[in-house]
């Protein structure tokens, strides 16, 4: 325990140098704008700033690019909420009721909800970071392809309860979502599958190009349809902060949100992105009316956002501790590392506890900051949703072009972009919803690899692989989940036919 | 149940039933797409596997809410406009093909104006003044803030911004 | 009316004929890299861009467009204009083994580019899980031909680099193991240290602290000499299989037609930033091998890749190991 305070202090003498917090500031202000625009996503704005980052010592440099990162988990859960766009994976669900929220006019209190939730997601994870990292990457190192395909198993399982709707149409979402997740070259063989030839598609569909397609784009068409009932502009703003009412309904969904977020977090191989969805059904099955999310429920804001911030953080782990980063954003941390001379692996706690510890302070100092940053602009952006409509839809639709460009400079995905608005439109008048199908494309790619891969090592034994205990309670707790989902609309679908 | 005339069993859900054949047709076109990749068997699936397996689920949920369509009751389907859907389209792909050759001081306005006409509130005058402010504003924050690589003026063999 | 083709034929005269190549450069470079940010090759990219961009007094700005092993963005970097202005940084996948990989490659490593210089090696090293039952290469190498189908061999997918390197390996030793793929190499080489997999070959770069911390184990490294990153790794040649040899070489390559002077130019800082103290000891301390000076030539260079080209060739095509 001494250990840990003595080392937390050098990390906070370290973080506290008035460059480091300046640093720090300028990243989450970076962070926080990229997080905004829709389809630039930190790994862009890494990129691009890793060569000014050059002139700076190793520690100031990775504050910076940590705080860009975090920074931009908080700006797309903006857009989610503001104008439905998810500027990250993470962010789909918060669209969900976030943006139903902003519809009623709350927009203040989600926006609110989120920042403090966050905050503590981010206060609780830090602590983790600094107390359990290494005990935790052991605990992660039991995770093998198996059990990740189970994990991924029980995600899609989720998925089906994130449907506002039919949960039949929700499962065929799912489904199709899977499907397009396979669409691009096959890992294992090199073979392109359902490409139809166009390169374009060789790597598969871009994540930013179906979210803002299906979500962005889509919404703008289903709000020029129906002016009248068109309020995100309309509606009275209201109180701009959460009730007092609204902040005790967030507390319990916060608090298991950043477990739930944290623990998910740590995996390899980019758990992370099942902590807000988890959350958010965990938040459903526990509300005593359920039917309340879908439709502006603060649960379903405050639970996934303390998910998502404890995820984020919790997600350096494998990369402090063991020097291999769990998804593309922290790979971009090992480059900017490496560059400046210091080659991240399991020793750098030991060789370079400056780093290490002024880091995971950093970070704290980070979420405060976020904090001290967004609250205010909470303000700022609920009087941009008074935007005349007829000129702000057209500044989202250059927005969201140019943020698809960045992505891959290629024009092809602006074009498939529009692809998906169209199917999204068409979609939305027939009840079929986005959320599902976005996460089945997302979890489907890590499900499928995960799987082969799986049985490969079991030389093909399906069984063996269900023997391994870790895998068998996910597979498990997926098959619960499905069944509690599906039975009760089974049962009411029932009434509906026979009741004639 | 009440019959039509005719005795034609009558549609009580229409948009579950275009859900559930759209559903279908996408399901069978995933099919046809997948049909020379080798699916490999339960134990070593290979790359048309997965694919298949899902088409076929996407395939029953939709023949599943189809046939549901004329047993329990849903929603109508809604008006389906033109004007916008079209014109935010042709916004879009403008974007596309312009923007690596004149750059972004032609895409950026011609998705504005073009898009903004997709409102039947638009005032023609006021969008074209805010797309050129607009777009100028972008060049500064994504090219030359963030250092983005968009191309803002292209003209092959003169200018390349 | 009349004075309208004189005019357009007197503009037309105006405007600079081709790349004006004395000023040359005059704006901005831009290095495409085939790969994803913070991979190997982005990192030995972006230490020598930022070297070259002092020399040559403009920024040399790295874009990464991935994909397909790398031959996306080399395909693309190809048909820039050849003026100078955009250069790329192409490796052993994308420029040796590709054509064996990807028959459908829409490029020829020999004839579709100005080849400026090698700019590092990343020496391949064989490694294997912390608690794999052999204590160095010669039992390695027994227990993989014993167990062959029964081990497990991670990579990172068709096309890369501890693919093709592991399918050399392979095909030396007679074996035929289990090739578990992963997405990149940061996954393969988290199941290596958690036990999940056996075996990998992979670039030194990405295993050096891995090496270093005794999380995995190091049988030998593919070149003539010791690397000094993990100078306890004794060579193939010294451990006993003198046959494997690789080294996952990075190099800069313009588009076919650029002109010599500006190569030269290119090749001109590269080469200072080579030999520059501070750019040499970014690369040593990551394990790179910057021993192969006859290669930095654009002539050397050519000879590089028919040589990679042909050896690659003979190993992929040989196995049946190509993608379909």
Redesign the interface.
Same mark, same amino acid.
């Given at each position: 325990m001494t250990d840990l305070l003595a080392n937390l202090a050098l990390g906070f003498g370290v973080a506290l140098s008035l460059q480091n917090v300046g640093l720090a500031f300028v990243g989450c202000m970076v962070g926080t704008l990229i997080g905004v625009l829709p389809g630039v996503g930190p790994i862009a704005t890494i990129t691009m700033l890793l060569p000014i980052t050059f002139g700076l010592p190793p520690v100031g440099a990775l504050i910076l690019l940590a705080g860009i990162y975090y920074g931009a988990q908080y700006g797309g859960s903006t857009t989610a909420i503001l104008v439905n766009i998810p500027g990250e994976v993470t962010s789909v669900v918060t669209t969900l009721d976030g943006h139903q929220m902003a519809r009623q006019g709350r927009a203040g209190a989600a926006l609110g909800v989120a920042a403090l939730g966050s905050f503590f997601a981010g206060c609780f994870s830090t602590l983790v970071v600094a107390g359990l990292a290494v005990p935790l990457t052991r605990l992660a190192m039991v995770f093998g392809p198996a059990e990740y395909a189970a994990l991924m198993l029980a995600g899609l399982a989720f998925a089906v309860v994130l449907a506002r709707g039919s949960v039949l149409k929700s499962i065929a979402m799912i489904l199709l979502g899977l499907l397009l997740s396979t669409v691009g070259t096959d890992l294992e063989t090199g073979v392109d599958r359902m490409t139809f030839g166009l390169p374009a598609l060789s790597d598969g569909l871009e994540f930013a190009v179906l979210a803002m397609g299906l979500f962005g784009f889509a919404e703008v068409l289903r709000n020029l349809e129906a002016t009248e009932t068109r309020d995100v502009v309309q509606a009275p703003i209201g109180r701009v902060w959460p009730t007092r009412q609204e902040l005790l309904q967030s507390a319990g969904p916060v608090a298991r949100g950043s477990l739930v977020g944290a623990a998910l977090g740590i995996l390899p191989g980019n758990g992370a992105v099942l902590g807000p969805f988890a959350s958010y059904a965990l938040e459903k099955r526990l509300a005593k009316d359920p039917s309340r999310f879908g439709r502006g429920a603060i649960e379903g804001v405050a639970g996934p956002e303390a998910a998502n911030n404890a995820g984020a953080q919790t997600s350096f782990i494998p990369l402090l501790t063991l020097g291999i980063p769990p998804n593309a954003v922290m790979a971009l941390m090992v480059g900017a590392m490496t560059i400046h001379g210091i080659v991240p692996g399991p020793l750098v706690m030991s060789r370079n506890p400056a780093l290490f510890w002024g880091l995971i302070a950093s970070m704290w100092i980070g979420n405060l900051m976020l904090l001290v940053i967004n609250l205010p602009l909470v303000g700022l952006w609920v009087r941009f949703l008074r935007v005349p409509y007829r000129l702000m839809f057209p500044a989202i639709l250059l927005f969201c072009c140019i943020g698809i460009y960045s992505v891959n400079n290629s024009p092809s995905d602006v074009l498939l972009t529009g692809g998906c608005a169209l199917l999204g439109y068409a979609a939305g008048k027939v009840g079929l919803e986005g959320a599902p199908l976005l996460l089945g494309m997302v979890l489907g790619r890590l499900f499928e690899e995960n799987l082969r891969r799986a049985l490969a090592i079991a030389r093909g034994d399906p069984w063996a692989i269900l023997q391994r205990p870790i895998t068998a309670g996910l597979v498990l707790a997926a098959l619960l989940v499905l069944t509690a989902a599906i039975l009760p609309a089974v049962r009411r679908g029932r009434e509906e036919i026979f009741t004639e | 149940m009440t019959r039509g005339e005719g005795n034609a069993p009558r549609i009580r859900a229409p948009q579950d039933l275009l859900a559930g054949l759209a559903l279908l047709v996408l399901a069978l076109l995933a099919f046809w797409a997948s049909r020379a990749l080798p699916a490999g068997r339960l134990g070593a699936p290979g790359p048309g596997f997965l694919p298949r397996v899902m088409a076929a689920g996407l395939g029953l949920t939709g023949l599943a809410l189809a046939v549901l369509s004329f047993l329990r009751a849903g929603e109508a389907l809604g008006r389906f406009t033109l004007r916008g859907p079209l014109l935010v389209l042709l916004a879009v792909a403008g974007f596309a093909l312009t923007i690596r050759a004149p750059g972004l001081l032609v895409a950026g306005p011609l998705v504005v104006v073009v898009g903004g006409a997709a409102s039947p509130e638009s005032r023609p005058r006021e969008l074209v003044i805010f797309a050129v402010i607009i777009t100028l504003a972008c060049a500064g924050l994504f090219r030359y803030a963030l250092h983005l690589p968009i191309p803002v003026l292209v003209i092959p063999g003169l200018v390349n911004l | 009316m009349r004075m309208l083709p004189a005019l357009a034929a007197c503009l037309a005269l105006a405007?600079?004929a081709g790349p004006s190549r004395a000023d040359w450069p005059e704006?901005n470079i831009?290095m495409l890299v085939p790969f994803?940010?913070?991979?190997p090759t982005?990192?030995v990219a972006?230490?020598v861009a930022?070297n070259m961009s002092r020399t040559l007094g403009q920024?040399v700005?790295?874009?990464?467009?991935? &994909?397909?092993g790398g031959t996306?963005g080399i395909t693309r970097a190809a048909q820039a204009a050849p003026d100078g202005y955009a250069i790329m940084m192409g490796h052993m996948g994308t420029h040796g083994a590709a054509p064996a990989?990807?028959p459908g490659l829409k490029y020829d490593p020999t004839k579709d580019f100005a080849p400026v210089g090698l700019v590092a090696g990343t020496p391949i090293v064989i490694v294997a899980r912390k608690n794999f039952p052999a204590k160095d290469l010669k039992e390695f190498m027994a227990y993989v031909k014993a167990n062959g189908p029964k081990l497990?061999e991670a990579h990172a &997918?068709?096309?890369s680099v501890s693919f093709t390197t592991c399918s050399l390996l392979n095909s030396i030793l007679g074996v035929n193991p289990?090739?578990?793929?992963?997405?990149?190499t940061?996954?393969a080489?988290?199941?290596i240290?958690?036990?999940?997999?056996d075996y990998m070959c992979d670039q030194i770069?990405n295993l050096?602290?891995?090496i270093?911390?005794g999380?995995i184990k190091a049988y030998a490294v593919a070149i003539p000499a010791r690397s000094p990153a993990i100078p306890e790794v004794p060579t193939t040649k010294e451990a006993g299989l003198p046959e494997f040899q690789v080294s996952a070489w990075n190099a800069i390559f313009a588009p076919k037609g650029t002109p010599p002077e500006i190569v030269a130019k290119l090749n001109g800082a590269l080469v200072k930033a080579l030999e520059d103290p501070t750019t040499r000891k970014?690369f040593l301390?990551?394990g790179a091998d910057l021993s192969d000076t006859a290669s930095r030539t654009p002539q050397g260079l050519q000879k590089l890749v028919e040589s990679e080209v042909a050896r690659w060739n003979k190993v992929l095509k040989g196995t049946g190991q190509a993608?379909?």
């Open positions: - | - | 405007l600079p704006r831009t994803a940010a913070g991979g982005d990192v972006r230490i930022e920024q700005i790295i874009e990464n467009v991935a &994909g397909a996306t990989v990807y497990n &997918g068709v096309g289990t090739r578990v793929v992963y997405r990149g940061g996954p080489l988290n199941d240290v958690s036990g999940q997999v770069v050096v602290p891995q270093e911390a999380t970014r301390d990551l993608a379909q």
